[in-house]
């Protein structure tokens, strides 16, 4: 509900869903955070919303070959390759450190087969301080000839079932954009059992060096982020909201402020930050700052007056 500016001080930035209680509705994006300790000496960890990890596998892997990151205009490249400790070395060494905070800790986890999926997420579930685990499908299918589950609506609706099985805590299923349709694989993963969804992971592209004529990330074929892709997350977030019933996360391109109130404004319940973070490390402290401002200079009072609130 708006107020005059001048009697509002403290706008009420709490978002909450799928039994998820957040001090305000941002929080880092997987893979641009580490473990959360990476970022500790630049922002207070206790402010986000919540605090979302790197990707977990069954074993830990070494990731891409170097270079695994360019610039781009507007943008970033990057084929990291899913580096991560695994999943025993993240319970038993980056958990405690996690533990120590009250942002719900949101656990990024993969495979590249369904069982592999439903093992780690059946180990992750049982983690006390995670609070929901955030499933990345935008990977390949080794036992059928590397498709990547997420592009595959059958394949979406097969793992993220399979996984609903084995976890209680809340699923939140990332999508990848690299598809016709995403309200398909959208609602495949609604019907299947996801209690939200994030959107959108990078958008595949490709740079090459003119001099050395050669691709400037080793792996050649990277995922593009950064503000260069934001139109395009906001109108597949857009889209999303209007095909499923359960809470929507936005991602992509997020710098500023005004940059997340876009994905709030079209429905998102919460956003995530990525790239924004190797620009920054203390951009999400400054857009919680500049989002409790806007609401001010606005007369809101309650941010979740905003979500959903496009005019068309």
């Known amino acids: 509900m708006s107020q005059p500016a001048a009697t509002l001080s403290k706008p009420n930035l709490a978002v909450e869903f799928a039994g998820l209680k957040l001090k305000n509705p941002l929080m880092p994006a997987s893979g641009t955070f580490g473990y959360g ?53 993240f319970i038993y060494e980056k958990m405690p450190f996690l533990a120590q905070f009250d942002s719900p800790v949101i656990v990024n986890f993969f495979g590249n087969t369904q069982d592999e999926y439903c093992e780690v997420a059946a180990r992750l579930d049982v983690v006390p301080g ?25 394949a979406v609706f097969e793992v993220v079932s399979a996984v609903r099985k084995r976890m209680k805590k809340p699923l939140i299923v990332k999508l990848t954009p690299n598809v016709t349709d995403i309200r398909i694989t959208a609602q495949a993963a609604e019907d299947a059992g996801a209690d939200v969804i994030s959107l959108i992971n990078t958008i595949t592209g490709m740079s090459v060096d003119v001099r050395s004529r050669k691709p400037r990330i080793a792996n050649v074929i990277g995922g593009l982020s950064g503000p260069g892709i934001r139109p395009i997350a906001v109108r597949m977030t857009h889209q999303v909201v209007q095909t499923v019933k359960i809470p929507v996360i936005g991602i992509g391109g997020i710098m500023r402020a005004e940059d997340a109130l876009e994905f ?49």
């Open 130 to 154: 995670v609070a929901a685990l955030e499933m990345n499908i935008s990977c390949p299918n080794v036992k059928q000839g590397g498709i990547v589950f997420g592009t595959d609506p059958k």
């Open 264 to 312: 709030l404004i079209v429905g998102a319940r919460a956003v995530q930050v990525g790239t924004a973070n190797f620009v920054d490390p203390n951009a999400m402290q400054t857009i919680l700052d500049d989002l409790r401002v806007f609401c001010i200079e606005q007369g809101v009072s309650d941010i979740n007056d905003l979500i959903g609130s496009l005019q068309l």
């Open 37 to 89: 300790q990476e970022f500790a000496p630049y922002l207070d960890l206790n402010r986000l919303g919540a605090i979302v990890t790197k990707g977990l596998s069954l074993k830990p892997k070494a990731g891409n070959p170097t270079p695994r990151i360019a610039e781009t205009v507007s943008g970033m490249l990057n084929a990291i390759g899913l580096q991560n400790v695994g999943v025993d070395a």
